[in-house]
Structure formats: structure tokens, C-alpha cells
């Protein structure tokens, strides 16, 4: 079977948005859009280099686009969407004088640090982060 530049960038194009859906990665639809500029080359009668340089051009370009334009991800430690205790809330009875304390979370004994601004007070506090055993309060 012969395969002409227009039908091979088409196809190429198809591979990727089907590697994409088997992956979930956003990326790989990026550099489809590279192949489909180049077989767009292709239906313009360009050269195979000139193919080449569009689907390197728009699909880096796409690539670095998506990239700087994806929202950073907080670290999993402060992510409430990988830690569900982010965002809870627990009762301080006490702080201790270097900015610790031990609450009752989960039916679990914790220890506790204060990251807020200011003095810490006893009372309500929201769980800001986790750093393994050690829950970071905050108001």
C-alpha cells in the first residue's frame, strides 16, 4: 500500500488523539495538532521538510503553550484534593509555648503546630496542611 505525506500526517494525527484518550495526557493532543499543520502542509504541496518544521513548530508550540498555561498544582501535603483532612476543622485547647499542641482528630490522638499568622489561641482551627504525623493549623 502506498501512502502519501497527507494521508501518513492524518493518520499520525488520529494515532495520537487515540493514545491520548487510552493515557489521559493532555500533551499528547498538542502534538496532534502538530501533525494536522503538517498535513495541512501536505494538502498545500509543501516539501516533507517543510511538514516536518510545522508539525515541530505548532505542535512545540502547543506543547509549551499548554504547559505554561496549566495551573500548578499545589504539593500533595497542602492539596485538599489529595488529602482529604485539608480544610477540616479541630479544637485546640491549649498551645504549648513553642506553638504546638495535641488535638483529638479521627478519634486519634495528633500532634499539632500553629502556621497561622499572629499568636495561636485556643479555640476552632482549620487544618492547613499534613506533614506526615503532624497536622499544620492555621484559622
Avoid at 485547647?93 to 485556643?122: C, H, K, L, M
Amino acid at each position: 500500500m502506498d501512502m502519501n505525506a497527507t494521508t501518513f500526517w492524518w493518520v499520525a494525527c488520529g494515532v495520537l488523539v487515540a493514545v491520548e484518550l487510552a493515557t489521559g495526557t493532555f500533551y499528547l493532543l498538542m502534538l496532534a495538532l502538530g501533525a494536522a499543520a503538517a498535513a495541512i502542509a501536505a494538502h498545500l504541496g509543501l516539501g516533507s521538510s517543510a511538514q516536518i518544521v510545522a508539525a515541530a513548530v505548532v505542535g512545540g508550540a502547543a506543547v509549551i503553550a499548554w504547559h505554561l498555561r496549566r495551573p500548578k498544582s499545589k504539593p500533595a501535603s497542602r492539596n485538599a484534593d489529595v488529602n482529604l483532612d485539608i480544610g477540616q476543622s479541630v479544637q485546640v485547647t491549649q498551645w504549648n509555648p513553642d506553638g504546638s499542641t495535641q488535638v483529638r482528630y479521627r478519634g486519634a490522638d495528633w500532634q499539632a503546630r500553629f502556621i497561622g499568622n499572629g499568636t495561636p489561641e485556643a479555640g476552632h482551627h482549620v487544618i492547613r496542611a499534613v506533614e506526615g504525623s503532624c497536622l499544620l493549623l492555621g484559622h
